[in-house]
């Protein structure tokens, strides 16, 4: 298959790339490195990205930003951030996504475990993470052309805890490498409407 895999650089996003290019044909993107350069909250870049490279018969996205603050601080302007970025960033993939996928083809998008386990400053995430696990769910039914639509949902990952272990305390944390079997099963299965929690 001819995989556009966006967030190729990142935590998961490497394990993503070491999992699936052994059988596929992988297209790096990310918004400063990869194959191509896309930008998921600017749909003009999606577009010219995904234009670049033609018909694929998967594409799975690996990347999304949202603010982790304070709740009794945050204003809408903060809750903006992950809903131009990490929410309407994947579900725009996606749309546009469409005009260049080949039939039977899928769309893996990435969540977290944020909206079923929360944590402190992590509202945005949680509201984002669940928006997108729903849209999945629902679009999933009205793909045309035997396309499939899935989410992957992780809990804080191994490599991130340096970053993260102070807000994810009690968490069992996953490897990237475990994370990554999850976007194989999503690109490479049959199901569709699936939000796969990797705990
Ligand atoms: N790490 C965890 O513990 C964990 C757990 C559950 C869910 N998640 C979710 O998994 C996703 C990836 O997390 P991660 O930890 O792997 O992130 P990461 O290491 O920070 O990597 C982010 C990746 O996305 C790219 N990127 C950033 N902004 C972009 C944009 N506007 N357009 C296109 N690409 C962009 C980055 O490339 P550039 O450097 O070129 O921008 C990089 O390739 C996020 O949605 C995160 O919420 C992460």
Do not use: C, W
Not at 78 to 90: C, D, F, S, T, V
Not at 112 to 133: E, K, T
Not at 171 to 185: M, Q
Request: proline share 3%; glycine share 10%; aromatic share 8%.
């Amino acid at each position: 298959m001819k995989i556009v895999l966006v967030g190729a650089s990142g935590i998961i996003g490497k394990a993503v790339l070491a999992e699936l290019k052994q059988r596929h044909d992988v297209i790096t993107a990310s918004r400063t490195s990869g194959d191509i350069q896309i930008d998921i909250s600017d749909t003009k870049s999606i577009l010219e990205g995904l234009a670049s490279v033609g018909a694929f018969d998967a594409l799975v996205s690996a990347t999304g930003s949202v603010h982790f603050g304070d709740f009794n601080e945050m204003q809408e302007e903060e809750y903006q951030i992950g809903i131009a970025n990490k929410l309407m960033g994947q579900v725009n993939l996606v749309l546009i996504g469409r005009e260049f996928i080949n039939p039977n083809g899928s769309f893996t998008l990435t969540t977290g475990i944020l909206n079923r386990d929360p944590i402190r400053y992590g509202s945005s995430a949680s509201m984002v993470n669940g928006a997108l696990d729903a849209f999945v769910k629902a679009a999933a039914i009205e793909m045309p052309k035997g396309l499939r639509i899935n989410s992957v949902s992780p809990t804080v990952i191994t490599e991130a805890m340096g970053k993260y272990a102070p807000y994810f305390r009690g968490f069992a944390p996953v490897s990237a490498e475990l994370a990554a079997l999850a976007y194989s099963k999503s690109v490479e299965g049959h199901q569709t409407g699936q939000v796969y929690e990797v705990n």
